[in-house]
């Protein structure tokens, strides 16, 4: 297989853009059951997008910065292993650290991934999906929570080290749809991501949390399209049977609200793969 696909290639729409591996220390089996299952569901196209934490806060839950060759290297193996069956990307899901991007271009740049996804976890020095410290949370506390969020979220933008943004609403992942007026305070950030001609996952993981709605939610996900964004799939798998979850019915509602087609990376660049109903359903 070449590094971008054929039109052929392109009519097969199904992709998932966030997986992880057992390096981040939470994530369950080896790296090739995650591709195998991808094939056996039908994959065309998949992204292993694991955790790199360069700061203290969210350390354990992420492969060490001196581990990043030995990854990279394992999903070439598998790329070259499975080439006849799926499309096999190499990124990293990168944990923003404002005092440490200078170490986060060092430790990126020996190596030829093909997306780098950038997200938030922590915010006013709280772990934002630690069920422990955001559960039960007060309206007011959660909407102080939600501002702390976005302020990261702002400095996170101005860095220039990523591709991709991951969960961009995960700060609601234990409290539900998110009130209308922080919705609105997000207009400012999606427009920095267009402006930015960045890409946002649409991950399906939120389904499963008690959120029980995907990140973006549908409100956010509405102005990405308005405003032109370009848009991914990603399960965020950190287990085989996740791969690829809710992916079917995500592509019948991103066709149904107006998107036509979902973003791939090689090497950094960004192509179109059209999202062909008609070709699904034939």
């Known amino acids: 297989m070449s590094c971008f696909p054929s039109q052929m290639d392109k009519d097969k729409i199904v992709i998932d853009y966030h997986i992880h591996t057992s390096l981040c220390n939470h994530a369950k089996k080896n790296m090739e059951a995650y591709v195998q299952q991808a094939v056996a569901i039908g994959l065309r196209e998949i992204c292993f997008l694991d ?3 360069v700061s203290g806060d969210g350390r354990k839950n992420s492969m060490h910065p001196e581990e990043v060759g030995l990854y990279f290297q394992a999903v070439q193996k598998l790329k070259y292993r499975y080439q006849k ?3 096999v990307r190499a990124g990293l899901e990168v944990e923003f650290s404002p005092h440490h991007v200078d170490m986060i271009h060092k430790i990126i740049r020996p190596f030829s991934f093909d997306a780098i996804g950038s997200s938030v976890h922590f915010a006013g020095g709280k772990n934002i999906v630690s069920k ?3 559960a039960g949370l007060s309206e007011t506390d959660f909407r102080k929570r939600c501002m702390q969020y976005i302020e990261a979220m702002e400095q996170m933008l101005a860095c220039d080290y990523f591709d991709i943004i991951c969960h961009l609403d995960v700060v609601k992942k234990f409290h539900g749809r998110l009130p209308e007026d922080i919705v609105h305070k997000f207009d400012e950030i999606l ?3 267009r402006y930015k001609n960045l890409t946002v996952e649409v991950n399906t993981s ?3 949390h008690p959120a029980q709605e995907i990140y973006p939610g549908v409100d956010l996900l509405q102005k990405c399209l308005h405003k032109g964004i370009e848009i991914t799939l990603a399960s965020d798998a950190h287990h085989p049977d996740q791969v690829g979850q809710y992916g079917d019915q995500m592509i019948t509602d ?4 107006g998107f036509t087609h979902l ?3 090689c090497r950094r660049k960004r192509y179109r793969i059209p999202i062909e109903m008609k070709e699904r359903c034939s």
């Open 51 to 53: 955790h790199l934490t």
């Open 254 to 257: 991103l066709a149904a609200d």
């Open 263 to 265: 973003a791939g990376f």
């Open 191 to 193: 427009s920095k991501i």
């Open 132 to 134: 422990k410290e955001q």
């Open 85 to 87: 069956q799926i499309r």
């Open 206 to 208: 939120g389904k499963n």
